[in-house]
C-alpha cells in the first residue's frame, strides 16, 4: 500500500512537472522590440593607420527614439537617416585651397548595428582642417 501511494505520489509529480516544463516550452517566442536596432558609436582618432589612439567617443541610438552620449542624438539621427545609414555620403570632396598640407591624421569610425544590420566604417582625413571642410556641417560626427 505504502509503495503504492508513494509510486502514485511520484507519478503525479513527474507528470505535473513535465507539463509545467511543456507548457513553459510552448509559449511563443517574444519579440525583443517593435524597431530595428540602430546602436552606433563613433569615434575621432589620431594616427594613420589602425590602431589609432581614440581621442574622442560617443554613443548614439536611434531607436526607438534618439538618446546616447551624442551631443545631439536627433539632429544625427535624422541626418543618418536621410542617407539611410550610409556613412560614406556624410562626407564631401574637400574643396580646393582652405587647408594646409599638414600630414597630421585624424581617423572617424562608426561601428555597431543601423536598423538591424551591422556597420563597421572609418574614413582618414589628412589633419582636422580637412576633416571639418568634408563633414561641411554635419552632425553626426559633431562630438
Known sequence: MRR???????????????????????LPPQSAGLYAPSALV???GKGGTAPVTVQRAVTLSCAPRPSGTHPSPEAACTELREVEGEFT????????????????????????????????????FGNT???RASLAEGAVFTF
Open 89 to 124: 555620403q556624410l562626407t564631401t570632396p574637400l574643396p580646393q585651397g582652405r587647408c594646409t598640407r599638414q600630414w597630421d591624421p585624424v581617423v572617424l569610425s562608426a561601428t555597431g548595428v543601423w536598423q538591424g544590420r551591422s556597420v563597421s566604417w572609418s574614413a582618414t
Open 4 to 26: 503504492s501511494l508513494a509510486f502514485t505520489t511520484l507519478s503525479t509529480l513527474l507528470v505535473s512537472g513535465t507539463v509545467a516544463m511543456g507548457t513553459a516550452h510552448a
Open 42 to 44: 563613433l569615434s575621432l
Open 129 to 131: 582642417c580637412e576633416m
